[in-house]
């Protein structure tokens, strides 16, 4: 009766009666075979973690191409680069991974899943890897569909100003900053705005800066196209208190103490933060 063994039971088991192989990580391990009369003969086996699928770690997208004066500058998105996981993670092959355009006119993709934008039009990046142990075997992802739209001859900005370099707002208060971008007619209009200290004043996207806190804060709008910037120091200042505004009524006689007075009511009204408003009321006698 033969009996089997295995030199890396840890990478590859054998059952020892049958001959069974069960691979439990990867690694190498030599089986042997050992019949009753003391022949054997062995076989060196490799345990690898084989490649079984790729997908390409990006959504559907659109580039941006600009085109000027007869030569082709990018932006926005005009470069992006793709990125591919296979699965199982840490498998064993010594293939690349390629990657295939396919319609190379519209965006071209280099072996390391980098997409550049040529022309207006779509096509579809995929990434592939051939099998380890069957090179007929080809594993290849899902496509991702890249749309590349173009625009010609645009104006780029050249400058941007604010309409002031300085406001002042009260707590809770707002103000409205408004941009301007040299040229009037840039093609990419689009701005930013941060508020260096949102703590004291906050910005929207549209330019509203809102008072949160006594302090000063800067306020700073810059251009997607060319990064241009400009500023505008905010002082946020607390809520104002009305003036007081003293009334008088005569009221009736007061209690004999005397002396003929009148009793004279002084009415102050402050607004207080939070918008409750107290009322005090101090009473001065007057004396003919």
């Known amino acids: 009766m033969a009996t089997w063994s295995s030199s890396n039971p840890s990478v590859l088991a054998v059952d020892p009666q049958t001959g069974a192989l069960?691979?439990?990580?990867?690694?190498?391990?030599?089986?042997?075979?050992?019949?009753?009369?003391?022949?054997?003969?062995?076989?060196?086996?490799?345990?690898?973690?084989?490649?079984?699928?790729?997908?390409?770690?990006?959504?559907?997208?659109?580039?941006?191409?600009?085109?000027?004066?007869?030569?082709?500058?990018?932006?926005?998105?005009?470069?992006?680069?793709?990125?591919?996981?296979?699965?199982?993670?840490?498998?064993?092959?010594?293939?690349?991974?390629?990657?295939?355009?396919?319609?190379?006119?519209?965006?071209?993709?280099?072996?390391?899943?980098?997409?550049?934008?040529?022309?207006?039009?779509?096509?579809?990046?995929?990434?592939?890897?051939?099998?380890?142990?069957?090179?007929?075997?080809?594993?290849?992802?899902?496509?991702?569909?890249?749309?590349v739209q173009e625009v010609t001859d645009p104006i780029p900005v050249t400058g941007i100003t604010l309409n002031v370099q300085n406001a002042s707002v009260a707590v809770g208060g707002t103000v409205q900053l408004t941009p301007a971008i040299s040229p009037a007619n840039a093609t990419n209009r689009s701005v930013t705005w941060q508020s260096a200290d949102p703590s004291i004043a906050t910005v929207d996207g549209g330019g509203l800066v809102t008072g949160v806190k006594e302090g000063k804060v800067t306020i700073t709008v810059t251009t997607v196209d060319g990064a241009f910037a400009a500023s505008c120091e905010v002082t946020v200042t607390p809520i104002a208190v009305p003036a007081v505004v003293p009334g008088t009524t005569t009221g009736p006689p007061a209690a004999n103490t005397g002396d003929d007075t009148n009793l004279v009511l002084w009415l102050i009204v402050a607004l207080a933060a939070g918008g409750v408003i107290f009322v005090f009321y101090r009473k001065r006698y007057l004396t003919k």
């Open 22 to 147: 069960t691979p439990l990580k990867t690694g190498t391990a030599t089986i042997t075979i050992t019949t009753s009369g003391g022949l054997t003969s062995n076989v060196t086996i490799q345990v690898a973690r084989l490649v079984t699928a790729i997908a390409i770690d990006q959504s559907p997208l659109t580039l941006t191409l600009y085109k000027a004066a007869g030569t082709q500058a990018l932006a926005n998105g005009g470069i992006v680069t793709f990125t591919a996981t296979v699965t199982p993670a840490g498998y064993s092959t010594t293939k690349p991974v390629t990657w295939q355009s396919s319609d190379p006119a519209v965006a071209t993709v280099s072996s390391s899943g980098v997409i550049t934008a040529v022309a207006a039009g779509e096509t579809d990046i995929t990434a592939s890897i051939v099998d380890e142990y069957d090179s007929n075997k080809v594993h290849t992802s899902a496509p991702i569909r890249v749309t």
